[in-house]
């Protein structure tokens, strides 16, 4: 070979072009802002019928899930997604659709070791650590607390 | 007989024909700017069936059945069949081909494996070991997906250096020497790590295989791109396409004239959502047999080098921190014996 690994590297890096930024951040922001539009817009409905605020916001996180399963399984979430980036991903809806999506895709190997088995491999990771990361808040919390905080 | 000429680079000078020819593609790749030239276009991915490894196996089953029947033979004729392609343990072929009592040669090299398989069946054909021998691949986007990467329907995003796999099949049945394409000589590609990491960037980690193996049949044959109508690689896209041609420059050869891409030519990269091109065994494999195959059969093209390219990797040993391999095969196809 003619060149060396660390230089093809560099080279290999000039050539692979990264992402429009400036095309897929505003699109993210706009995509991502509507969904929490929509997001508020359920609230206030919630709360306008006589709900607390409480419920109202597990009632938009279920409409908001729900609206979102619906669409990946239509095949339209992809679609949208493709433009949105972490404007789908980030909001309650990406979770959804990263559960929902390996739940159908391995529904062909049965319901236990296909969509049982693989519906979290995607979600999996935010679950885990996310329960780990109340685990060490709580314990912050809890030492802080003994000091009268 | 077939006889080495240099290291990897073997010349069949007994003479052998590529007899027939058929490609089966999916409804995205017959939207391509090559959609006319296929032999079967699905009108979705699926192909009424209920799996996405069925539907991959079908297509082969398709490639393999309409080269037989342009070829005006039945399946007794042919005396082996090379197959291979990308799901885990080479599934599609062996599925696919499981009703066809033939004995079978599975392969694996990737989305090199037109060329690999190729190469094998017109070795044997060199060496007489039979009347007709078949070369079969295919790759489809949806099991790829899954096996490679995420579920269909889940809302990731793909860099700009991603590729698509190609949804589709290949066939070709080689024979002794009856009528153009003729396979002259075949090199014999070798493990390359230009230690790409990136699972995303595969044409990156196929450019310097694409490289050695043009490069050292040229060498071999003491010839250069001049004096080719055209050298096509499989898979490399537009990442790998500029690597490879900035490789040769290096070497002062410009390769980059009689250069094309069989992942640039199957889809429009402006209106086809396709990043940096397409992929897959069925990329290559479908261009070669809808596309290349017919044009020196016409007489369009007289002398061409293919050579298609594979990443030797699995989602575990990337995930694992490891570099990927490239590989590529190739088969010299002319116009005269």
């Known amino acids: 070979m003619n060149i060396s690994k660390k230089e093809y590297a560099q080279l290999a890096n000039r050539y692979s072009a990264p992402s429009k930024l400036y095309i897929t951040v505003p699109k993210a922001f706009a995509i991502g802002g509507l969904i929490c539009c929509i997001g508020q817009f359920f609230t206030d409905l919630y709360l306008m019928i006589g709900n607390d605020i409480d419920t109202a916001s597990a009632y938009t996180s279920i409409t908001l899930v729900l609206i979102s399963a619906l669409l990946t399984g239509f095949g339209q979430y992809e679609r949208i997604a493709k433009h949105a980036g972490a404007g789908t991903l980030v909001p309650i809806t990406g979770f959804a659709n990263a559960v929902v999506s390996p739940a159908l895709e391995f529904k062909t190997e049965g319901y236990i070791l296909g969509t049982g088995a693989k519906m979290f491999i995607i979600a999996g990771p935010v679950i885990v650590y996310g329960i780990a990361a109340a685990f060490v808040y709580g314990i912050i919390l809890f030492i802080i607390s003994l000091f009268g905080g | 007989m077939a006889k080495l000429i240099s290291e990897g680079t073997i010349e069949l000078d007994r003479g052998v024909s590529v007899y027939s020819c058929a490609a089966a593609v999916g409804k995205m790749e017959s939207d391509g700017p090559l959609g006319n030239c296929f032999d079967y276009a699905a009108e979705g991915a699926e192909l009424g069936l209920t799996t996405w490894e069925k539907a991959e196996s079908t297509f082969q089953q398709y490639a393999f059945d309409i080269a037989l029947r342009k070829g005006k033979l039945i399946k007794e004729d042919i ?64 099991s790829a997906e899954r096996q490679f990467r995420f579920p269909i329907n889940y809302g990731g995003v793909r860099p700009p250096t991603a590729q698509w796999t190609a949804t589709g099949a290949g066939c070709c049945i080689t024979s002794v020497a009856e009528k153009p394409p003729y396979v002259k000589r075949v090199t014999i590609g070798k493990i390359t790590d230009m230690g790409i990491k990136d699972a995303n960037n595969m044409g990156a980690a196929m450019a310097g295989a694409a490289y050695d193996t043009i490069k050292r049949h040229l060498l071999a044959t003491k010839t250069t791109p001049d004096d080719y109508d055209v050298i096509y690689t499989g898979d490399l896209g537009q990442v790998g396409t500029d690597l490879m041609c900035e490789l040769f420059r290096r070497d002062g050869i410009e390769i980059e004239p009689k250069h094309k891409d069989c992942g640039l030519m199957l889809y429009d990269r402006e209106k086809q959502d396709v990043h940096a091109g397409g992929s897959g065994c069925g990329c290559s494999a479908s261009v070669l047999c809808g596309h290349i195959l017919p044009q020196i059969a016409e007489g369009k093209l007289h002398k061409v080098l293919f050579a298609a390219t594979g990443a030797l990797m699995s989602t575990t040993i990337v995930q694992q921190g490891e570099s990927i391999p490239g590989i590529s095969h190739l088969v010299e196809i002319s116009d005269t014996l």
């Open chain 2, 79 to 142: 005396s082996f069949i090379f197959a291979g392609d990308l799901l885990n343990q080479c599934t599609g072929s062996a599925y696919g081909l499981r009703d066809t009592d033939i004995s079978f040669i599975g392969l694996y090299g990737a989305c090199s494996t037109m060329a690999e398989s190729l190469a094998m069946a017109s070795l044997f054909a060199d060496m007489r070991l039979g009347e007709y021998f078949a070369a079969v691949t295919s790759s489809h986007f949806c």
